[in-house]
């Protein structure tokens, strides 16, 4: 059975990852990156070496709704608050 290993390309997911690998194993893994097109161009390229380097499985989601955090914003007119939790959708 396959676990999933939810990646932002932070230092804790990516030890998690890490870590998963080492238990689980590369092949009983997939990884899987939420992307709302609001990450710095770093983490992008970080993900793409952690996975090139793992050989890990890697899913990109992305919201079929909104292209990206700023669509998303701009639709509700909005930035997300702490009383007004729209970021995750």
């Known amino acids: 059975m396959k ?3 939810p990646i932002s390309g932070g230092k ?3 030890a998690t990852l890490l870590w998963c690998i080492e238990k689980y194993g590369v092949e009983n ?3 899987v990156f939420c992307d709302t097109k609001w990450e710095h161009q770093i983490t992008y390229s970080h993900l793409k070496y ?3 380097n793992t050989g890990i499985e890697y899913l990109v989601l992305t919201s079929k709704k909104y292209d990206g955090f700023v669509d998303l914003c ?3 007119k ?3 608050s702490s009383t007004v939790g729209f970021c995750t959708e």
């Open 50 to 52: 952690l996975v090139k």
């Open 78 to 80: 909005r930035f997300p």
């Open 29 to 31: 893994l997939t990884a």
């Open 74 to 76: 701009k639709k509700k």
């Open 3 to 5: 676990q999933i290993v």
């Open 12 to 14: 804790d997911s990516q």
